[in-house]
């Protein structure tokens, strides 16, 4: 995680004890067979949201506070 946000040593260490409801996280998700369309339906739709939303969540979770484009 810390390479894919571009993190340095230095900002590692300055955030470590930041309070955590900003700091970024990741999902994995996998399907199975015990699924339901449902379940599906609703993380699509999501994931839809979230990246109709895209600005909104960047903000929110910028936390490293890089400057978005």
Known sequence: MQNLLHATPEMIKENINAPKE????????????????????????VIYKI???K?????????FNYKLV
């Open 22 to 45: 900003k700091m970024p996280g990741t999902v994995r998700i996998s399907f199975g067979m015990y699924n339901t369309f449902y379940e599906i339906d609703r993380f699509l739709n």
């Open 51 to 53: 990246t109709i939303n």
């Open 55 to 63: 600005n909104y969540y960047l903000n929110k979770y910028n936390f």
